[in-house]
Nanobody, 113 residues
Framework: QVQLVESGGGLVQAGGSLRLSCSAS????????MGWYRQAPGEQRELVLL???????HYADSVKGRFTIFRDIANNTVYLQMNSLKPEDTAVYYC???????WGQGTQVTVSS
């Protein structure tokens, strides 16, 4: 079983930046994919960015050119660098790792206009 702990959320003005981090512990040997999803109020959870062990990334179109993901495999940590934030980026951001699928508790990101 994998446990994920996130940090780095908060309140920022539009155009600003935030960095989220997620550390994995437990049975991390099985992890080949880590990344982030987000869920805004009244909306379904959606993909933000995922990164494979190979370095291949999967982006949501809405964050291309603004968000970047980094993975420190040795320390089982993944980072989400978010630049040029927009009010529509406001959501709870959840760390994901798998297989098997594991989720963090979520961290709130609020972008004010």
């Amino acid at each position: 079983q994998v446990q994920l702990v996130e940090s780095g959320g908060g309140l920022v003005q539009a155009g600003g930046s935030l960095r989220l981090s997620c550390s994995a512990s437990g049975n991390t040997a099985s992890i080949t994919l880590m990344g982030w999803y987000r869920q805004a109020p009244g909306e379904q959870r959606e993909l933000v960015l995922l990164i494979r062990d190979s370095g291949t990334t999967h982006y949501a179109d809405s964050v291309k050119g603004r968000f970047t993901i980094f993975r420190d495999i040795a320390n089982n940590t993944v980072y989400l660098q978010m630049n040029s934030l927009k009010p529509e980026d406001t959501a709870v951001y959840y760390c994901y790792a798998g297989p098997p699928p594991a989720w963090g508790q979520g961290t709130q990101v609020t972008v004010s206009s």
